[in-house]
């Protein structure tokens, strides 16, 4: 059985910091992409950054030079660290992976994350 846990989300203000972990079990980590994910009340859900088992990343556009993502193979943990923090930047957080970069297999419960003063 497959399980993605998040932790870390939270409230914070315009302008802070928060960091988002996510552990895997009941896959072999190292082979999966790993990535995050945000929804919005009313919207969509969205790509936030992906990172794969060696090391390459992307960022959604709304999020580069503000977000870091990053990965601990032997800990099966995908981090997501968060600086900048903007209003819009409020939304659930969802954790995902998959064998293919941009096509998540599997689903974290998901983390809220609101920023506002």
């Known amino acids: 059985q497959v399980q993605l846990v998040e932790s870390g989300g939270g409230l914070v203000q315009p302008g802070g910091s928060l960091s988002l972990s996510c552990t895997a079990s009941?896959?072999?980590?190292?082979?999966?992409?790993m990535g995050w994910y945000r929804q919005a009340p009313g919207q969509q859900r969205q790509f936030v950054s992906v990172i794969i088992s060696g090391g390459w990343r992307n960022y959604a556009e709304s999020v580069k030079g503000r977000f870091t993502i990053s990965r601990d193979n032997a800990k099966s943990t995908v981090y997501l660290q968060m600086n900048s923090l903007k209003p819009e930047d409020t939304a659930v957080y969802y954790c995902?992976?998959?064998?293919?970069?941009?096509?998540?297999?599997?689903w974290g419960q998901g983390t809220p994350v609101t920023v506002s003063s």
């Open positions: 995902s992976a998959g064998i293919s970069r941009y096509r998540p297999d599997y």
């Open positions: 009941g896959i072999i980590f190292s082979k999966y992409s």
